[in-house]
């Protein structure tokens, strides 16, 4: 990785499907770098699929070496127990990138569209399509994976003012 080029992270959490993308940022330069899903067995307790999703995120902090993560704010749901569910698939994706020192951010849904398509209430399809465009190469296999790569570039748009009051304990 070149001086002054950062690494980061995105995260689209969900207890059945977590998108992660992985780009570059330097200056106003994206590129992509990877992207996927991680899918925790679905016949697993609630405690082992969250230890089973916090060992995959920790391993792709390893392998990947990201500077920043970001990862998407929880909507409330109508369903209260989904809500509740979805925070404990944040917090255990959050704790990776926490545990080796790296900054996580966090944005709203609507910050996330409104900042890869220009629309608050975009739908999933044109945040895919602005992702092929905007990071050129990528293949996302999954929507899940264009969300969380969505997440990472709103980030790379909004790093500097959402790290200025962010501080972690190395």
Same mark, same amino acid.
């Given at each position: 990785?070149?001086?002054?080029?950062?690494?980061? +992270?995105?995260?689209?959490?969900?207890?059945?499907?977590?998108?992660?993308?992985?780009?570059?940022?330097?200056?106003?330069?994206?590129?992509?770098?990877?992207?996927?899903?991680?899918?925790?067995?679905?016949? #697993?307790?609630?405690?082992?699929?969250?230890? /089973? +999703?916090?060992?995959?995120?920790?391993? #792709?902090?390893?392998?990947?070496?990201?500077?920043?993560?970001?990862?998407?704010?929880?909507?409330?749901?109508?369903?209260?127990?989904?809500?509740?569910?979805?925070?404990?698939?944040?917090?255990?994706?959050?704790?990776?990138? /926490?545990?080796?020192?790296?900054?996580?951010?966090?944005?709203?849904?609507?910050?996330?569209?409104?900042?890869?398509?220009?629309?608050?209430?975009?739908?999933?399809?044109?945040?895919?399509?602005?992702?092929?465009? #905007?990071?050129?190469?990528?293949?996302?296999?999954?929507?899940?994976?264009?969300? /969380?790569?969505?997440? &990472?570039?709103?980030? /790379?748009?909004?790093?500097?003012?959402?790290?200025?009051?962010?501080?972690? &304990?190395?």
């Amino acid at each position: 990785m070149k001086s002054g080029t950062v690494r980061i +992270l995105g995260l689209d959490p969900g207890l059945r499907h977590t998108g992660w993308g992985i780009i570059e940022c330097e200056g106003n330069r994206l590129s992509f770098v990877a992207d996927g899903v991680v899918r925790p067995n679905t016949t #697993l307790s609630l405690g082992e699929r969250l230890r /089973a +999703l916090f060992l995959e995120v920790q391993g #792709l902090v390893a392998a990947y070496a990201p500077d920043e993560c970001a990862i998407e704010d929880t909507f409330v749901n109508k369903n209260p127990v989904s809500t509740l569910k979805l925070g404990h698939a944040r917090a255990a994706a959050m704790l990776a990138p /926490a545990v080796a020192g790296i900054l996580v951010a966090e944005y709203k849904p609507n910050l996330v569209k409104k900042s890869v398509v220009g629309a608050g209430h975009a739908d999933k399809v044109q945040v895919a399509a602005m992702m092929r465009i #905007l990071l050129p190469g990528c293949a996302i296999g999954s929507q899940d994976a264009a969300d /969380a790569l969505a997440v &990472a570039v709103c980030h /790379a748009h909004h790093r500097a003012s959402a790290l200025r009051g962010m501080k972690v &304990a190395r």
